[in-house]
């Protein structure tokens, strides 16, 4: 199985901060990688595909880049709502996996 | 707007099956990839297996002995069965869409918690 290891596994951060979440693969993914977003309660939401394609309806500020093993996903500015746990995913191969996720929480 | 919806127990018993069914409305089953995730509670989460919507299926290695996915392509759902259930299958079960050669599971149920106990 491919393992995803993301760092920081929590990080504190303001609004209006900059923040980057690495996510790395134990091998070669190519550009295979989503990130998703998730808030207590809830069901994952996709942010960006392709480790680079923002889904539509995702605001701007979210930006996602890398290729091979070594992913970011970037928030530029953070705002209030963007608070919750983030997880990458690799679907370059079987059995499909997952980071075990970055908690950005208030400062 | 594709809307999935989970259904099913809540509470299995040890050593039986757990079966959920998934009804996706708004978009058909077809020709879309449908998956099975799992997330214990606190913890992150499991991919279980997809089917196509022709019926082939893919299960993750750690479960495959115990699990089966099927489709009902008449009523636009498809279905989880995982059998001899423990405690460790305690989790959110969710089901979610992803389209062919897309790398993303772009639609979610909005998950539903099975706890396994006697």
């Known amino acids: 199985d491919i393992q995803m290891t993301q760092s920081p596994s929590s990080v504190s951060a303001s609004v209006g901060d900059r923040v980057t979440i690495t996510c790395r693969a134990s091998?070669?993914?190519?550009?295979?990688l989503a990130w998703y977003q998730q808030k207590p309660g809830k069901a994952p939401k996709l942010l960006i595909y392709?480790?680079?394609s923002l889904q539509s309806g995702v605001p701007s500020r979210f930006s996602g880049s890398g290729s091979g093993t070594d992913f970011t996903l970037t928030i530029s500015s953070l705002q209030p709502e963007d608070f919750a746990t983030y997880y990458c995913?690799?679907?370059?191969?079987?059995?499909?996996?997952f980071g075990q996720g970055t908690k950005l929480e208030i400062k | 707007q594709v809307q999935l919806q989970e259904s099913g127990p809540g509470l299995v018993k040890p050593s039986e099956t757990l079966s959920l069914t998934c009804t996706v409305s708004?978009?058909?089953?077809?020709?879309?990839?449908w998956s099975w995730i799992r997330q214990p509670p606190g913890k992150g989460l499991e991919w279980i297996g997809y089917?196509?919507?022709?019926?082939?299926?893919y299960y993750n290695p750690s479960l495959k002995s115990r699990v089966t996915i099927s489709v009902d392509t008449p009523k636009n759902q498809f279905s989880l069965k995982l059998n001899s259930v423990t405690a460790a299958d305690t989790a959110v079960y969710y089901c979610?869409?992803?389209?062919?050669?897309?790398?993303?599971?772009?639609?979610w149920g909005q998950g539903t918690l099975v706890a396994v106990s006697s």
């Open positions: 979610a869409r992803h389209p062919a050669a897309t790398g993303k599971f772009d639609y």
């Open positions: 708004g978009d058909s089953i077809n020709p879309y990839y």
């Open positions: 089917i196509y919507y022709t019926g082939s299926t």
């Open positions: 091998q070669g993914i190519s550009n295979w």
């Open positions: 392709s480790a680079s």
């Open positions: 995913h690799q679907s370059n191969s079987f059995p499909y996996t």
